[in-house]
């Protein structure tokens, strides 16, 4: 049986005290990364369709945990290809 050791909010608090008023950081926004996004995608460099075939080949190339040369290879040959944009 392991020992369960707790600490008392108060404990915590009064030990990182320096560290509370060293900080100075704004308040987080939770909903910044999806602006972020949105704001991206609204460039429309970006398509959805695209990427998600880039992952799949990516992760296709280690189907069990690992990969031979042979699959790296070939995975990057096709992730090269998502790469390339035949309008430039």
């Not at 972020?36 to 799949?56: G, I, K, P």
């Amino acid at each position: 049986m392991l020992p369960l050791f707790a600490n008392r909010p108060e404990d915590v608090e009064q030990a990182f005290q320096q560290y509370y008023e060293a900080s100075v950081s704004e308040p987080t926004d939770p909903d910044l990364l999806f602006d972020r996004e949105r704001e991206v995608m609204a460039y429309q460099l970006l398509v959805e369709a695209e990427m998600d075939a880039f992952v799949t080949a990516y992760f296709a190339a280690f189907q069990g945990g690992s990969a031979t040369d042979t699959a790296i290879m070939k995975a990057h040959a096709r992730l090269y290809g998502y790469l390339q944009d035949p309008a430039m």
